[in-house]
């Protein structure tokens, strides 16, 4: 199984920005996806974003539209989600999973990831 561990949380203000990172034990399934979650305080988890490794397509949720962008390193094994515009809203624990295989188009849904991290917090305030 995959180790996932997120980084690059922390406070900021509205409108700034940060960077989350998902370091992977190994990120070389050719058929995998990654994909990027959140769980805002007292709420249910909710998908953010999601890239399929074998051609780097990426997908969006409609929670964040335009506002992050989720890219990787591969030879670091990195995944990244880039944060901008940030909003109060945006306070959660974020987390990363992975799954493989995955043939499909768009986003694995949440039970279809096999490997998660313990997420990394972001609290944005004013």
């Known amino acids: 199984q995959v180790q996932l561990v997120e980084s690059g949380g922390g406070l900021v203000q509205p409108g700034g920005s940060l960077r989350l990172s998902c370091a992977a034990s190994?990120?070389?399934?050719?058929?995998?996806?990654i994909g990027w979650f959140r769980q805002p305080p007292g709420k249910e988890r909710e998908g953010i974003s999601c890239?399929?490794?074998?051609?780097?397509?990426?997908y969006y949720t409609d929670s964040v539209p335009g506002r992050f962008a989720i890219s990787r390193d591969s030879a670091e094994n990195i995944v990244y989600l880039q944060m901008n515009n940030l909003k109060p809203e945006d306070t959660a624990v974020y987390h990363c999973?992975?799954?493989?295989?995955?043939?499909?188009?768009?986003?694995?849904?949440?039970?279809?990831?096999?490997?998660w991290g313990r997420g990394t917090l972001v609290t944005v305030f004013s």
């Open positions: 190994q990120f070389t399934f050719d058929y995998g996806a």
């Open positions: 890239m399929r490794e074998r051609d780097g397509s990426t």
């Open positions: 999973a992975t799954t493989y295989p995955w043939y499909g188009s768009g986003c694995p849904e949440p039970n279809e990831y096999d490997s």
